[in-house]
């Protein structure tokens, strides 16, 4: 072959690996395991862009790496392929989610297979194959027959609950439970009805059927989670979200949350990820404060972290969605609160736990009693409290809290300045609209101390108790979508849910002829017809969240074909936890804890024998797009170069970029871009059209999308590969441009170069390396070697162009030097070192079989040093004198140098300076 022809080799590459099953892997106890996993897409329908593939490119050469390093790598690759995309789009044509998923999927791996990735296809899933979701609802229904053990700090079976119930009711036993769960004796328990018994058993079991607060969207027909509303509209589609209280099944992660929180600190990853989830936890250790409404029969119970602040307290404020807001409120103050509520309700509570920067309220028009001071306060409703945090009540202390503060000063409320000892009140310092109050019995006291006391003193008083409380709300569980996993329950004649039988699973989704609610209200799969259990009891109607099937399919991975359990002992044992885990940060609070929460469970039950998931996690960061523009000039169709731009009254427009390079305007492709554009006239810059140009997020409507196929086809998966990594750091985000792709794809043809000339001869020969030529290729080892190991895969590329320079500059052609070379390139370029191990250098087995090349220090290390010799402080000449001369030798060697000669001359020496491995100073 005369010269470097991706086209040529990348595809036969590519159907090689696939029909030789180079990349399947099984259990080899005889190799050490390393689990690399990519966060699985959604196959959407408009397929890869360019910053897709980032992760996976970083992950496939670290999995190539460790295959060469002797490890037996698990490196797979599956589908999320339920979700609301597909069925918005049955919805909009009538076709059936499973086709239109199907036909993403088959795009998506074609594009994947062009990409020259390692995966393991025989272990692909799909969350949306009956196969794979029979044990998505085998899992739900082991978190129906669990409970928590607080004193055991595990799950356990339910069946240990219920003799416990037996046995001595509901005393001493430490749950997580309902905070309204049901106490009873063991006689009375052995006198409920089998339907009162199923709807204590509800109050404890890890998932459950509640009256939950949630996020309904109306235009989408379903319920949201926290992390898919912004600014209380859907982030898919943006449309409208409200708040309301709907029957939904809910899962109790909240029973984890100590768990999920001590064990982030012996998880390797970074502590950014760490801390936004020991945010999104929230755990508080403080007291609750019971305060009495003025006038009425009614106590609230407020959670603080600072009890020690309660003499500041000058106001108290509940959630909008309190049970009691309507009792209350004031007749003068009613119109006001239904309003601000109805408001109110509709924003999710992810919005109001960040929006610090905007406060807004209303007064109830009731008082209540602080109950160490006795004085009343007024009642204020805001959306910054929560329902479901702590109590929904909140005692407010502007002089101490910001959020507080500004609230106060929005509503011209007091601000209490607290001070210590009468003496101290005599002399006030000015307070705006506050006052002082002294602190009583906390004079004094250091702030923890303060908190101490306080506790107890509102324990002595019967006013308050000590208490943690955790932010993390128990999962809504239940959409009200049709394309989704059914959750295996039916409702028995007394409307309890029951589950269907393991060998009944996978409850599989019905056929329905309408993808929107029913007339009735009833959620999608209440269209079916005749869906029903032993033909007579009802099914639940609503399907699990897309979270349910990619909380465990990292498991499944592990054992794909197993047809009688969800993992065997042996595969999960052996596999273990992931080792190396790539994706993005977006899914910190949402997929990795209820990963973490899943995985934990089994664990519990004995199912697998790790608590934790994933050991090390990487989040990529975005390639972002570089949009272009043109420059229209107006009520014509003309259009400007940048340059130019200035001297007309021009339209900015969006361009392809990919009829764009490095700026410039293929003028021919825009004409056949735009039928409007196809009679368009241009004035050019010496002779160029030029774009205008901003980095920003990729997205069709910006026209900055690039598709990896056409990248792929100019200039080959391998350049697409190495330059993805070229371009920055794995974690940072950083902008697309096709700028510098040239410089890979010229590197990847002096590559090819070293082998071939440029008539095709083959160069390659058998003689003995050079210490100069291994010197250069041992270093390249050597940090590839710790980049792949450390995943500073951006600094690789340069180390290989550098490499690659110097053999050619050194004529470097040897056999010895070159096989080194392709296999520590393989895991970046795969289909050029498949090609030039196997046609080049006449190798029968895959490159990928090799074995990463042992760096030797010994060639490193430099046999001489070049030092500066300088004559009465100026430099005059460098030599190289080997590494361990002595002193007496260098200044023998230092003196015979005719340039030293000519400067000293016959002049006598007043100083001779050797510092080994530096200088050498003569002072003449």
């Known amino acids: 072959m005369s ?67 002797g490890f037996n790598v698990l490196h797979p690759m599956g589908f999320d392929s339920f979700g609301l995309p597909a069925e918005q789009y049955a919805i909009e044509t009538g076709q059936h989610p499973a086709i239109t998923t199907e036909a993403n999927i088959k795009t998506f791996k074609g594009q994947m297979n062009k990409i020259g990735f390692s995966f393991d296809w025989s272990r692909e899933v799909q969350t949306s194959s009956p196969e794979y979701y029979k044990w998505t609802q085998w899992i739900f229904e082991q978190l129906f027959n669990a409970w928590y053990d607080k004193d055991a700090n595990k ?38 009805s089998e339907a009162e018994k199923a709807t204590i058993l509800l109050q404890y079991r890890l998932t459950f059927l509640s009256e939950a607060m949630v996020n309904w969207c109306p235009a989408l027909g379903t319920v949201l989670a926290n992390d898919e509303v912004k600014d209380g509209v859907s982030e898919r589609g943006s449309h409208p979200v409200e708040r309301k209280k709907m029957k939904q099944w809910m899962m109790r992660i909240t029973a984890y949350a100590d768990r999920l929180l001590g064990n982030l600190d012996g998880l390797n990853w970074s502590d950014a990820l760490k801390e936004m989830q020991r945010n999104w936890i929230g755990k508080s250790i403080g007291c609750e404060l019971d305060f009495k409404v003025a006038e009425k029969d009614i106590t609230l119970t407020a959670f603080t972290t600072r009890v020690d602040t309660i003499f500041g307290v000058s106001y ?76 929904g009540v909140v005692m407010a202390v502007p002089s101490s809290d910001d959020r507080d503060f500004r609230f106060a000063e929005k509503f011209d409320l007091p601000i209490i300045r607290v001070i210590e000892g009468t003496e101290d009140m005599e002399n006030p310092t000015e307070v ?48 009200q ?98 080792d190396l885990y790539v994706g993005g940060t977006e899914h910190a609070t949402g997929h990795l804890l209820y990963s973490r929460f899943w995985n934990m469970f089994l664990y519990d039950m004995g199912f697998i024998s790790h608590e934790e998931p994933f050991k090390r996690i990487v989040n990529q960061g975005m390639i972002q797009g570089r949009s272009n523009f043109v420059y229209r000039v107006k009520g014509t169709n003309q259009f400007v170069s940048y340059g130019l731009r200035k001297d007309y009254d021009v339209q900015e427009l969006y361009v392809d970029v990919n009829i764009v390079t490095n700026d410039e305007l293929d003028t021919e492709a825009f004409k056949k871009w735009r039928p409007d554009y196809a009679n368009a006239e241009f004035i050019l810059e010496d002779g160029k059209y030029m774009c205008g140009s901003v980095v920003e997020k990729m997205s069709k409507s910006k026209y900055n999308v690039v598709n990896p196929d056409v990248v792929i086809e100019k200039y080959g998966a391998d350049t697409l590969r190495l330059y993805e990594m070229f371009l920055g750091p794995i974690e940072q985000s950083k902008p697309w441009s096709m700028q510098g792709i040239d410089g890979v794809w010229k590197f990847l043809r002096k590559l ?104 030797n220090p010994a060639l490193l290390v430099e046999a001489s040093h070049t030092y500066p010799v300088s004559i009465n402080g100026k430099m005059r000449v460098k030599l190289d004198l080997p590494m361990d001369i002595s002193q007496e030798d260098a200044k023998a060697a230092v003196f015979a140098n005719e340039i030293v000669q000519k400067w000293v001359e016959d002049k006598p020496i007043k100083k001779f300076i050797f510092v080994p491995k530096r200088i050498v100073n003569i002072v003449v």
Not at 432 to 452: P, V
Not at 499 to 519: K, R
Request: glycine letters at 6%; a negative charge; hydrophobic letters at 35%.
């Open 432 to 479: 705006k609209r506050g006052k002082m109050i002294n602190s009583g019995f906390l004079n004094g006291l250091g702030t923890d101390e303060a908190i101490r006391v306080a506790i107890d003193k509102a324990l002595e008083l019967g006013v308050g108790k000590q208490k943690v409380n955790f932010r993390i709300r128990d999962a809504v569980f239940s959409r």
């Open 752 to 855: 090819w170069r070293l082998f071939y000339t440029d008539e095709g001869k083959l160069i390659v020969v058998d003689g003995k390396a050079t210490d100069a030529e291994l010197k250069i290729l041992h270093k390249t080892i050597k940090k590839a070697g710790e980049d792949m190991e450390s995943l500073s895969l951006n600094t690789t590329v340069p180390a290989f162009m550098v490499c690659v320079n110097e053999l050619a500059a050194a004529k470097c052609h040897k056999k010895e030097v070159l096989e080194q070379l392709l296999i520590i390139v393989s895991p970046f370029a795969p289909h050029i070192a498949e090609e030039l191990w196997q046609d080049a250098l006449g190798n029968t087995a895959s490159i990928v079989t090799e074995s990463f090349p042992e760096f």
């Open 155 to 192: 799950a356990k079976d339910i069946k240990e609950l219920i003799a416990q119930f037996e046995a001595n009711g509901s005393a001493g036993i430490n749950a997580e439970k309902d905070d309204n769960a049901t106490d009873f004796t063991a006689e009375e328990w052995k006198n409920f």
């Open 481 to 578: 979508r049709y394309w989704g996993e059914p959750v295996p329950v039916y409702f028995d004649e007394n409307d309890n849910p029951q589950l269907v039988p393991d060998n009944q699973l996978p409850l599989n989704l019905p056929e329905v002829e309408n993808y929107l609610p029913t007339e009735d209200g009833d959620p999608p799969l209440g269209n079916a017809k005749d869906w029903k259990f032993d033909n007579k009891f009802g099914y639940e109607l609503t399907t699990m969240p897309g979270w349910a099937g990619s909380s465990w399919y990292f498991l499944r991975y592990m054992d794909p074909q197993n047809k009688e359990a969800f993992v065997s002992k042996e595969a999960a044992e052996y596999w273990n936890q992931v």
């Open 316 to 391: 108290v404020v509940i959630a909008p969605e309190h049970e009691l807001v309507a009792e209350l409120t004031t007749d003068n103050q009613k119109a006001a609160v239904e309003e601000y509520v109805e408001t109110a309700k509709n924003r999710s509570e992810r919005d109001r736990q960040s929006d610090v920067k905007t406060v807004s309220g209303v007064f109830t028009g009731s008082h209540v009693i602080n109950p160490i001071t006795g004085e009343e306060v007024p009642l204020w409703i805001a959306d910054y409290v929560l329902s479901g945090y702590g109590t």
């Open 3 to 69: 010269e470097y022809n991706h086209n040529s080799f990348e595809p036969k590459w590519q159907k090689y690996w696939q029909e030789n099953n180079i990349y399947k892997v099984d259990i080899d106890k005889s190799k050490p395991k390393y689990y690399a996993l990519d966060m699985f897409p959604y196959p959407s329908g408009a397929g890869l862009h360019v910053g897709h593939p980032m992760g996976y490119i970083a992950s496939d050469i670290v999995s190539r790496f460790k295959r060469l390093k």
